[in-house]
């Protein structure tokens, strides 16, 4: 066990800790020597917070009201930040000296330690615009000092898309051409809405995938599931290709057989 470095995720509420601990209990299945952090906020339960600690090292509560200082109360001004700033709490995890943050609605695959081996900023790239980074899952060393940047740059520029994807795409504004190591292969954040975009490159990459990023409106746990038959079930509305049933099947056969036990 490597103690001075964790995979990182954040849920703000008891919907998303379902898709934390999905995400927790698949990088246990393929054993990762990392540690497991989840970040959450007061809005989380009790309840939710005891079965988080089953899966994760460590359950750190954050929130964005705990100090009154200048920046701080300047991002308060703009609470369409809210998440974003949330997000950025993760340079504050000193006592890890490199982390690799996942969204919530992240799925690995296979065993990825080998993404500590990167530096900060590493990210793929986004399957919407790819001169930008997908900000769903991020190589970063917790830094006091980078976190106080980031809060001020928030404070002074915002985000050009509301969210902490376009903050992080500004303030490491030289990701797409500096330095091709930090450009992680998009396997390793692989939409699901992009499947379909380019399928001959799915069917070619795909059997590789080794992160799955449900982005999007419609998440996992939004879907119904059978569970006899072991099927998420799909409405008309929503165009499920048969890879991307096949993904949302293996995130609720993980939450069938090991999250709904314990939240039981
Ligand atoms: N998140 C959260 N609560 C929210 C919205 C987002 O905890 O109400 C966290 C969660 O970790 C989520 C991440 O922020 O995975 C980014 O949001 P989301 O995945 O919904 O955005 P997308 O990837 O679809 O753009
Ligand atoms: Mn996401």
Redesign the pocket.
């Known amino acids: 066990m490597i103690t001075d470095q964790a995979f990182v995720?954040?849920?703000?509420?008891d919907v998303?800790c379902r898709?934390a601990l999905v995400l927790g209990q698949s990088l246990r299945n393929h054993t990762t020597s990392r540690k497991l952090a989840v970040l959450i906020t007061p809005g989380v339960s009790s309840g939710m917070r005891s079965v988080l600690r089953s899966v994760f090292d460590e359950v750190i509560e954050v929130d964005a009201l705990d100090s009154a200082d200048s920046v701080r109360l300047a991002l308060l001004q703009r609470p369409e930040l809210g998440?974003t700033f949330t997000?950025l709490h993760c340079w504050t995890l000193t006592h890890y000296s490199k982390c690799v943050f996942m969204?919530?609605?992240t799925l690995v695959l296979c065993n990825v330690d080998e993404l500590f081996d990167r530096e900060e900023f590493s990210a793929a790239p986004d399957s919407g615009w790819p001169d930008c980074f997908n900000s769903?899952v991020f190589v970063f060393r917790p830094s006091l000092k980078t976190y106080n940047l980031l809060l001020q740059f928030a404070a002074e520029h915002g985000s050009f898309d509301g969210g902490d994807q376009g903050l992080l795409n500004s303030f490491f504004s030289n990701w797409a051409t500096a330095d091709i190591g930090k450009h992680l292969p998009f396997i390793y954040n692989l939409s699901s809405s992009a499947v379909y975009t380019y399928v001959p490159a799915f069917n070619h990459f795909g059997r590789d995938a080794k992160v799955v990023?449900f982005?999007?409106a419609t998440k996992p746990w939004n879907y119904k599931y059978n569970l006899q038959t072991k099927r998420v079930m799909h409405d008309g509305t929503t165009s499920g290709s048969f890879h991307q049933l096949s993904f949302l099947a293996l995130w609720w056969n993980i939450y069938s057989a090991s999250i709904l036990p314990l939240l039981e």
């Open positions: 995720t954040l849920a703000t509420d998303y898709g998440v997000k969204d919530a609605d769903g990023h982005l999007g």
